[in-house]
């Protein structure tokens, strides 16, 4: 551009010399009816190119460095200028109303589901949509969520009714027999306790102690008397040890009466347990006091920090991207693209958007082009204009000169005939 401004500049300057040069030559041959005629013409064509270069100079600077008034217009008119300029973008090439012409004329939608189907199986798409992925699982605070969660956690199990739980509680137990395994254990352990020497001799003792402290009077306490006198510690104990074992045996013993019985007993008593009320009561006294102090905090950040880590990792698998999220993206797509209410809907919101972007901030083109010409000095100003439109200018003075030179020719010859 600058090459050109240049050419054209040197063009309308030989023009001008040619006419001064063809006026000077022609001076010598002045008394003959060509030369009059032709120097007429090399004049008024100098005459016309000077008058052109002052005019074009005067847009710009002053000519010949002179303050003639009314020159150097760009420079005092700098402000009107700028001010006309956006005046004429904001009111007359870029109204609020043109640009929604233009809009309503766009199909967004259309756009916009060619370029996701061009683009969502490049590897930069994929690459990317990745990085975004990894970038908001690592952004989680873990210690911010763990807290909301404790809350929720806690909350849904205030809400949690015994009544409805603890009856399957009691059916589950009676169907997978836990009541008969927990009657097992507990006569195990109280046969392996009986079976102690060191139990056989307590019991004795115990005996043997209450038979002594019983208050009799009479023949009955001379019975008692006799019966301590033929007894001791170990025999007690070996009699009550062994009526304990038998007794304990007998309850273990699956076919015993006495066994059926006890768990026809336990079977009744568990089924009373679903309608008693205090039960109940009591049940979630010690729900709401469990759950008062269990402090789950610490262990809801470890998972959370570890479901982040293997989300990490797994969002890192070379066929995440094709065997989860592609298929997603694709079926929404073909989902959205067969529903015309949906893509309508879609449009208007895209266009809605838009044209609520544009009447917010339509001031700001024009602020935007007054910003950029603040910034320019004068001269660099002066430099812009002349590279984009001094091409043209500069012919305004060759023209001048040319139509000059040919009208002095016309002119002068008239005068010659008449």
């Known amino acids: ?154 909350s849904q199990l205030y809400k949690l009714d015994t009544k409805n739980y603890l009856p399957l509680i009691i059916d589950q137990v009676m169907e997978r027999k836990y009541d008969e395994k927990t009657l097992d254990i507990i006569l195990k352990e109280v046969y392996e306790w009986a079976e102690k020497d060191s139990t056989k001799y307590k019991l004795g003792g115990l005996a043997v102690d209450a038979v002594e402290n019983i208050k009799a009077d009479g023949f009955m306490q001379f019975a008692l008397k006799s019966f301590s006198n033929l007894v001791n510690e170990e025999k007690l104990g070996n009699i009550i040890q062994s009526l304990i074992l038998k007794g304990v045996d007998s309850f273990r013993d699956p076919y015993n009466p006495n066994r059926k019985t006890l768990m026809i007993h336990i079977h009744n008593k568990l089924e009373s347990v679903k309608n008693d009320e205090k039960v109940y009561e009591e049940l979630n006294h010690l729900k709401t006091q469990l759950i008062g102090k269990w402090e789950p905090q610490e262990q809801i950040i470890s998972l959370l920090n570890n479901l982040k880590q293997k989300a990490h990792d797994f969002v890192e698998e070379a066929n995440f991207f094709n065997h989860y999220i592609l298929p997603i993206i694709i079926d929404g797509l073909e989902n959205l693209k067969a529903t015309p209410e949906k893509v309508n809907s879609l449009e208007t919101w895209i266009k809605q958007q838009i044209t609520s972007f544009v009447d917010k901030n339509h001031t700001k083109i024009g602020k935007l082009v007054e910003e950029n010409l603040e910034r320019l000095d004068d001269k660099t100003l002066i430099t812009m204009v002349e590279t984009n439109v001094g091409k043209d200018l500069q012919w305004i003075r060759v023209n001048g000169a040319v139509c000059g030179f040919l009208i002095g020719l016309v002119l002068v010859g008239i005068k010659a005939l008449l």
């Not at 001064?20 to 005629?37: E, K, N, Q, V, Y």
């Not at 233009?102 to 370029?115: G, P, Q, V, W, Y």
């Open 1 to 154: 551009m600058l090459k050109q401004k240049n050419k054209s500049q040197h063009l309308a300057t030989i023009s001008l010399a040619v006419m001064a040069i063809g006026f000077l030559i022609t001076m010598p041959i002045r008394d003959s009816l060509w030369g009059i005629i032709l120097q007429g013409g090399f004049e008024a064509g100098l005459v016309g190119g000077l008058a052109d270069w002052f005019a074009v100079t005067a847009l710009f600077r002053h000519p010949l460095g002179i303050p003639i008034p009314h020159t150097a217009l760009l420079p005092k008119n700098r402000k009107r200028i700028i001010a006309g300029i956006i005046s004429m973008l904001e009111n007359d090439w870029l109204t609020k109303e043109s640009i929604r012409k233009k809009i309503d004329t766009l199909n967004f939608s259309e756009k916009l589901f060619s370029i996701i189907d061009k683009e969502i199986h490049s590897k930069a798409i994929q690459k990317n949509f990745i990085n975004l992925i990894q970038h908001l699982i690592h952004t989680i605070d873990t210690k911010k969520i763990a807290p909301v969660i404790e809350k929720e956690l806690k």
